[in-house]
T-cell receptor, first 114, second 112 residues
């Protein structure tokens, strides 16, 4: 079985400050992990993905995430938040060797203050 | 290579009517997933299909909901006798085997 846990339902930052969105996974198999972003009333856009190559993954718009097996984490970071980053972020897991169904975390709403 | 195409983007139905949501996967993808997103909530898995087969429907409501992915044509999510609680955004995703899923823009169903 696998599960993905996003630890924060809301994260609030000021523009220009770092962003940290937390995600932990639980899987019996080596997972593939993804971060998606959803702007209000929009679809889902892939930010980045981890598929057992480099543990530090760089994505679009200066986002990156680090896969830490010892901590079973895949936190999303960005050095400097922009107003346009305000959106809902989903951590998604896909367990190789197990179910191929993408499993979503509950989502983290990122709020960016001027 | 067009992305995952969902139509319609917006659908309004009266209570008791049927809603049919269509999803055309990306070229070369044979795996389709349907998710429902209720207001202010995350995406909940509904059903996973491969061509002509339902692989996992553990997230589908027991009544009124059905899904198919025929050999030819798009995947269809069908909701019979819609009720107000069915109002939501329905997302379709497609993938190859054990690759990332690409999502459509969603169909926003409103039941009035």
């Amino acid at each position: 079985a696998q599960s993905v846990t996003q630890l924060d339902s809301h994260v609030s930052v000021s523009e220009g400050t770092p962003v940290l969105l937390r995600c932990n996974y639980s899987s019996s198999y080596s997972p593939s992990l993804f971060w998606y972003v959803q702007h209000p009333n929009k679809g889902l856009q892939l930010l980045l993905k981890y598929t057992s190559a480099a543990t530090l993954v760089k994505g679009i718009n200066d986002f990156e995430a680090e896969f830490k097996k010892s901590e079973t984490s895949f936190h999303l970071t960005k050095p400097s938040a922009h107003m346009s980053d305000a959106a809902e972020y989903f951590c998604v897991g896909l367990a190789s060797g197990g179910s191929y169904i993408p499993t979503f975390g509950r989502g983290t709403s990122l709020i960016v203050h001027p | 290579n067009a992305g995952v195409m969902q139509n319609p983007r917006h659908l309004v139905r009266r209570r008791g009517q049927e809603a049919r949501l269509r999803c055309s996967p990306m070229k070369g993808h044979s795996h389709v997933y349907w998710y429902r997103q209720l207001p202010e909530e995350g995406l909940k898995f509904m059903v996973y299909l491969q061509k002509e087969n339902i692989i996992d429907e553990s997230g589908m409501p027991k009544e009124r909901f059905s899904a198919e992915f025929p050999k030819e044509g798009p995947s269809i999510l069908r909701i019979q006798q819609v009720v107000r609680g069915d109002s939501a955004a329905y997302f379709c995703a497609s993938s190859g085997l054990n690759t990332e899923a690409f999502f459509g823009q969603g169909t926003r169903l409103t039941v009035v």
